[in-house]
Every structure is written in structure tokens, then in C-alpha cells.
């Protein structure tokens, strides 16, 4: 089975400081990583996505992540941060399309960027 | 395109009743998953669909809880009996799965927010 664990439940920062949120996975196959962002009220959007390849990983709005297979972690990073990035951010793993590809999903990290 | 879209946004029932959610995928995709999502937590999966097969079932999904993709375009959820318990955000998201590994990504419609009194 798999599992996500999100380290944070909340990430206090102010604006344009770096920030890290940090996601650490579980899962007996090889699998897809992907960070969520999820606005008040709102769906998911997709911020980035690791499949296969390069370990680093950009996405929009100026974040990236890292996937470590040794550490199984995939923390999410931005050297500076806007007031607009406040916001729940999701990690979530899933297995390949052929295994269904459904998302398990963190507990979630709020990022409340202060003035 | 216009994004995956689902009907009502918002619900309040009383507990007992059935209440019946509907989700348009972005068009010619393939599968169409549905998650509930409770507060304070990440969202859990409920059940995809590939085409119009129902493919996996989880165990959160009990008995009362029904989902169907007639066409395999849109999908509706039905909650019978509703419990107080069921209160949550369901979201619905939808992907086109082929060989190419990177249509793999899933996009998600607003949620439907269920209320049960």
C-alpha cells in the first residue's frame, strides 16, 4: 500500500523568504509524485509532477521539487514567496495507469505568507 | 474546454435523505475518478471509471453510496440515507490515459460540498 506523510500542518512564512514543504512517501512499487495546490473553496490544481527522468522538477508559478528514491521524499521548494502563494498545498503519489493511477494524497500543508 | 465541472457546488440535506451529484469530465477523457474530502484532510479516493467501467471500488465507499458513468462522459454520485458522516467535499477529476506517461495528469473539478443535518 501506499502512503504520503506531510511533515508540516502549517508553514508560517513571510513574503519573499524561501520556503520548503516537505512530503515523504511509502510504496512497495515504482511510483508518479505530484505536489497540488488547492485554493479556499476550490479544486486542485497541478503544480508539478515527477514520472520518470530528471529528479528536479519545475512547475508553474515558480516552485519545484526534488525527488530523493533513497530518502523517498519529494519536498517542494520556492526561493521567494508572494502573498498570492497562500494556500493548502497537497503531495500525492499514485502507481502506473495500468494499476488504476488513483492519487493518494497527504494530509496537506497550509502556507500562510505574511507581510 | 472547459475544465471538468461538477453540479450542485453546494448541498445541504437533512440526514436520511439522497442526494445525487453529477461531474462532466473534460471531454474524450477516459477515466473519471471521484474523491471525498473531509476537513483538515487530503482527499481519499472512492471509485474511477475507464470509459463507462467501473473499475475499483474503495472501501470507504459502503453500500449506500453509488456511482455511475452511463455513457462514459458524465458521472453521477448518489449517497443514500445520508449520515451526518458523509458531510464532506467531493471532487471529481478526470484524465486521458494512453501510452504517453504524461497524460497521466488528473484534473479536478471545484468539489460539490455535501452538508448533511
Known amino acids: 500500500a501506499q502512503s504520503v506523510t506531510q511533515l508540516d500542518s502549517q508553514v508560517p512564512v513571510f513574503e519573499e523568504a524561501p520556503v520548503e514543504l516537505r512530503c515523504n512517501y511509502s510504496?512497495?512499487?515504482?511510483?508518479?509524485l505530484f505536489w497540488y495546490v488547492q485554493y479556499p473553496n476550490q479544486g486542485l490544481q497541478l503544480l508539478l509532477k515527477y514520472l520518470s527522468g530528471s529528479t528536479l522538477v519545475k512547475g508553474i508559478n515558480g516552485f519545484e521539487a526534488e525527488f530523493n528514491k533513497s530518502q523517498t521524499s519529494f519536498h517542494l521548494r520556492k526561493p521567494s514567496v508572494h502573498i498570492s502563494d497562500t494556500a493548502e498545498y497537497f503531495c500525492a503519489v499514485s502507481e502506473a495507469p495500468e494499476y488504476g493511477n488513483k492519487l493518494v494524497f497527504g494530509a496537506g500543508t497550509i502556507l500562510r505568507v505574511k507581510s | 474546454d472547459t475544465g471538468v465541472s461538477q453540479d450542485p457546488r453546494h448541498k445541504i440535506t437533512k440526514r436520511g435523505q439522497n442526494v445525487t451529484f453529477r461531474c462532466d469530465p473534460i471531454s474524450e477523457h477516459n477515466r473519471l475518478y471521484w474523491y471525498r474530502q473531509t476537513l483538515g484532510q487530503g482527499p481519499e479516493f472512492l471509485t474511477y471509471?475507464?470509459?463507462?467501467?467501473?473499475?475499483?471500488k474503495s472501501r470507504l465507499l459502503s453500500d449506500r453510496f453509488s456511482a455511475e458513468r452511463p455513457k462514459g462522459s458524465f458521472s453521477t454520485l448518489e449517497i443514500q440515507r445520508t449520515e451526518q458522516g458523509d458531510s464532506a467535499m467531493y471532487l471529481c477529476?478526470?484524465?486521458?490515459?494512453?501510452?504517453?506517461?504524461?497524460?497521466?495528469?488528473?484534473?479536478f473539478g471545484p468539489g460539490t460540498r455535501l452538508t448533511v443535518l
Open positions: 477529476a478526470s484524465s486521458l490515459v494512453g501510452r504517453n506517461p504524461t497524460n497521466n495528469e488528473q484534473f
Open positions: 471509471f475507464q470509459n463507462e467501467a467501473q473499475l475499483e
Open positions: 510504496s512497495s512499487v515504482s511510483v508518479y
